[in-house]
Nanobody, 119 residues
């Protein structure tokens, strides 16, 4: 069973930066498409960014393009999200996800890390 553990969340002022990490175990990390999602209070969980298994392709929500950077280190089995120029509307619980489509419908989720951006 896959395990994903997020870290790096916290309280930061608007305009500041944070780097989230997602440490993974229990599955073949190099085969997974990895993603960051976030969920703000009263809102649905939404995709922030994703990266293919090789790291060769990335995708971002329009709201974070140019400010956030997703990356992964297959040797360390860890995914990252560098968040710069943070805004109050970035406040949410951030979750990491591993999925294996189209080979398998299996997916794993972390428990989330809180990011709070003060104005």
């Amino acid at each position: 069973q896959g395990q994903l553990v997020e870290s790096g969340g916290g309280l930061v002022q608007a305009g500041g930066s944070l780097r989230l990490a997602c440490a993974c175990s229990g599955f073949t990390f190099s085969s997974a498409t990895m993603s960051w999602y976030r969920q703000a209070p009263g809102k649905e969980r939404s995709l922030v960014a994703s990266i293919t298994n090789t790291g060769g392709s990335t995708n971002y929500a329009d709201s974070v393009k140019g400010r956030f950077t997703i990356s992964k280190d297959n040797a360390k089995k860890t995914m990252y999200l560098q968040m710069n120029r943070l805004k109050p509307e970035d406040t949410a619980v951030y979750y990491c996800q591993a999925q294996f489509l189209p080979l398998s419908p299996l997916e794993f989720w972390g428990q989330g890390t809180q990011v709070t951006v003060s104005s």
